[in-house]
């Protein structure tokens, strides 16, 4: 059996049978992990408030990624403004939007089970 040599790289069945198995165990690791014991950073105060906002980043990132990639090159700043305009429009979109909505499910709560519809075929 030879090892790689410096720079040399694997070849590319053992890259395609190896390399997702490890990183599915990986992750599956981190997450049981996490599960199990959830570290104090996801008691942050801001990475709550990110968790709160997070559905509105993950839609609105969108709608700039493709304009930012056509008019810069370099990764960074892409980043940085995404990430500018990102966070404050999903801030904007939760307070003004996302939670108002979700307070009217105190106002109008979904009926019970028990008083459904029962429907028999």
Do not use: D
């Amino acid at each position: 059996m030879r090892l790689l040599e410096k720079g040399e790289i694997l070849p590319w069945p053992l890259i395609y049978n190896v390399r997702r198995p490890l990183i599915t165990l990986g992750v599956g690791a981190g997450l049981l992990f996490v599960l199990t014991q959830p570290p104090c950073a996801l008691q942050w105060r801001w990475l709550v408030w990110i968790g709160q906002i997070s559905y509105g980043i993950y839609v609105i990132h969108a709608c700039f990624g493709h304009w930012l990639h056509s008019q810069f090159s370099l990764a960074p700043l892409i980043f940085m403004f995404q990430l500018a305009l990102t966070i404050p429009l999903a801030a904007a979109s939760w307070y003004l939007f996302e939670a108002p909505i979700l307070k009217q499910k105190q106002r109008w709560p979904m009926p019970s089970r028990s008083h459904a519809v029962q429907v028999s075929y």
